[in-house]
T-cell receptor, first 114, second 114 residues
Framework: GQQLNQSPQSMFIQEGEDVSMNCTSSSIFNTWLWYKQEPGEGPVLLIALYKAGELTSNGRLTAQFGITRKDSFLNISASIPSDVGIYFCAGPRSLNSGNTPLVFGKGTRLSVIA | GAGVSQTPSNKVTEKGKYVELRCDPISGHTALYWYRQSLGQGPEFLIYFQGTGAADDSGLPNDRFFAVRPEGSVSTLKIQRTERGDSAVYLC????????????FGSGTRLTVV
């Protein structure tokens, strides 16, 4: 099955700074998704990417589907305290089935210092 | 309902006991997923249902774990002879159909085996 590696594992940034995190795999993905999880809650979908090279924004968040199909990036501009949480990348567990469940990375933990 | 509901939110049980965790998905969502999340890790796939049938149970760690969805709506994850290593947050998600990656997660059940 597919495995995802996220970096960095954690980040401490000042409010107002831009943030960049990435997700890589040794295998090709045909879909990339980014989720955010806050304490005591389940992950919430932020952005979904379906095509190599695709760049998609959701407010201050921008995500890109890497050209090689083996990586994806998430950027957050002008961070605010409510951006605190754990950001997970995810993708289909197998390329061979259209109905395969998602596999998740280990997450990037973001802390914002006001 | 408006979201995915999981009950109980917290469960403490003694080693060797049997537990049931319940998930009530979004009305009309035919696909339902169970994940397990340990501290500092991303969600790990356990099993998913399309309708009433288990479409993929390859993530269940052993035969102590079982899940049902008899009427294609509510699902129950059952764990027999619990072990301390089963302690984790168990997350449920639903989506419109299998292959639709817009998962909506519940807040999870935190299981602690003492």
């Amino acid at each position: 099955g597919q495995q995802l590696n996220q970096s960095p594992q954690s980040m401490f940034i000042q409010e107002g700074e831009d943030v960049s995190m990435n997700c890589t795999s040794s295998s090709i993905f045909n879909t990339w998704l980014w989720y955010k999880q806050e304490p005591g809650e389940g992950p919430v979908l932020l952005i979904a990417l379906y095509k190599a090279g695709e760049l998609t924004s959701n407010g201050r968040l921008t995500a890109q589907f890497g050209i090689t199909r083996k990586d994806s990036f998430l950027n957050i501009s002008a961070s605010i305290p409510s951006d605190v949480g754990i950001y997970f990348c995810a993708g289909p567990r197998s390329l061979n089935s259209g109905n395969t469940p998602l596999v998740f990375g280990k997450g990037t933990r973001l802390s914002v210092i006001a | 309902g408006a979201g995915v509901s999981q009950t109980p939110s917290n469960k403490v049980t003694e080693k060797g006991k049997y537990v049931e965790l319940r998930c009530d998905p979004i009305s009309g969502h035919t696909a339902l997923y169970w994940y397990r999340q340990s501290l500092g890790q991303g969600p790990e796939f356990l099993i998913y249902f399309q309708g009433t049938g288990a479409a993929d149970d390859s993530g269940l760690p052993n035969d102590r774990f079982f899940a049902v969805r008899p009427e294609g709506s509510v699902s129950t994850l059952k764990i027999q002879r619990t072990e301390r290593g089963d302690s984790a947050v168990y997350l449920c998600a639903s989506s419109l159909s299998a292959g639709n990656y817009g998962y909506t997660f519940g807040s999870g059940t935190r299981l602690t085996v003492v």
